[in-house]
């Protein structure tokens, strides 16, 4: 074991060591912040109930005054698609005609190999409480399905799965048309939510789904191509405001919540339940978050770069990406034992935000912290490549 961490060090510091000048590294940087954004995000807005041997969370947003704020910063997801652009058009843009279907194959094996194991993981965990007659009644047993706790973030491998899929050709509809197609795709996702929300046409707005997520890949195009980065600082400023006044009108105005998350304020008596949710599906809000956080992220790119060239902050990026779906699977996987551990003990057991449950939110991040670590050092060499 140990004689395996010395190579992935010494790989690590070569890899830092083989850094080519021109690599774009606040690429990288983003991806990784994002991903550990939703990680630490994900632990800190969690109220754990307990119910009948199911284990679950909801959110502390719904209940939390103010706590949307957060949202408009953290819910980074529109990021993670925008460098998923970048990464993807400039690996389609190296490789020949005939290896088109390879580039595909490559990118889907690179989410599904380590979402196999996964799955495979907690169905088996699944079919051990089942049997033991463990977890919650019926065939319900240990968690509960689609809950946040620990499948929820599945949905988003799904949707970016088949935006993948989908760059070749909506590239090529980005070098024939260029600013035409994020411009439809805005225009598709507020034709949608006039016809859903105000129309009442059920099921239309279902369609955001794949229109919203894809206005961020398409955005990354942009920034692939050297369009985004060749504007000067005025202009990425004027993005960011343009996004996060929309953001303050659409969320002051007819029916958009505030949070840019779900916020299970229906499994709560202590707020009004929110008819409309920005996330499931993707609503108009989000399309000005995905202009505010990337016209943000543009503005912070200078300082953040230069920072990038710092040999520690480098090789920790270096280090996040190498398990980054890692991470992003099995976060909460982590802080299902985490509750295990704790819950019994009496931590989070008051099932509201309260001032003890502020108080603990170190808690909730450190130890579950230091089991996805380990969690990590098991199962993170599968989704690395191997070496020849």
């Not at 969370?57 to 910063?73: D, E, K, Q, R």
């Not at 290896?99 to 194959?105: G, N, P, T």
Request: glycine content about 10%; aromatic content about 10%; proline content about 5%.
């Amino acid at each position: 074991m140990e004689e395996g961490r010395t190579r992935d060090r010494a790989g690590l510091d070569a890899l830092v060591a083989a850094t080519p000048p021109s690599r774009d590294r606040y690429v990288d940087f983003l991806r990784a912040a994002s991903i550990v954004g939703v990680v630490v995000g994900h632990w800190f807005i969690a109220i754990i109930f307990w119910d009948h041997g199911v284990i679950g969370v909801h959110s502390a947003i719904g209940v939390t005054s103010g706590l949307w704020v957060a949202t408009w910063l953290f819910q980074v997801i529109p990021i993670f698609f925008f460098v998923g652009g970048f990464a993807n058009f400039v690996a389609y843009r190296a490789i020949r005609a005939r290896e088109r279907a390879e580039f595909l194959q490559t990118r889907a094996i690179r989410l599904l190999k380590p979402t196999a194991l996964f799955v495979a993981a907690w169905l088996g965990i699944e079919i051990v409480l089942h049997l033991i007659d463990r977890g919650g009644a019926g065939l319900v047993r240990g968690v509960r399905l689609g809950n946040t706790l620990p499948f929820g973030p599945m949905w988003f491998l799904g949707v970016y799965l088949v935006v993948v899929l989908m760059s070749p050709l909506t590239i090529a509809l980005h070098r024939r048309f260029g600013l035409w197609v994020p411009a439809a795709l805005v225009a598709g996702v507020v034709a949608a939510d006039l016809a859903g929300l105000a129309g009442g046409v059920p099921g239309i707005r279902n369609v955001n789904v794949l229109l919203a997520w894809s206005l961020a890949h398409q955005l990354g195009f942009f920034y692939a191509d050297g369009s985004l980065t060749s504007l000067p600082r005025r202009a990425h400023v004027a993005m960011a405001s343009v996004g996060l006044a929309a953001l303050i009108v659409l969320t002051n105005i007819g029916v958009y919540p505030r949070s840019m998350l779900g916020t299970d304020a229906q499994f709560f008596h202590l707020k009004a339940i929110e008819e409309t949710s920005n996330m499931n599906p993707p609503t108009a809000c989000i399309v000005a978050l995905t202009f505010w956080l990337i016209g943000l992220a543009m503005v912070l790119r200078p300082t953040l770069s230069r920072w990038l060239e710092r040999r520690g902050a480098w090789k920790a990026t270096i280090l996040a990406n190498s398990v980054i779906m890692t991470l992003f699977l099995w976060h909460m996987t982590a802080y299902v034992a985490a509750i295990l551990v704790l819950h019994p003990l009496g931590l989070s057991t008051e099932g509201d935000s309260t001032a003890r449950w502020w108080m603990e939110r170190p808690v909730w991040e450190l130890v579950p912290g230091v089991i996805l670590l380990g969690m990590v050092l098991v199962v993170g060499r599968f989704e690395r490549p191997r070496r020849g």
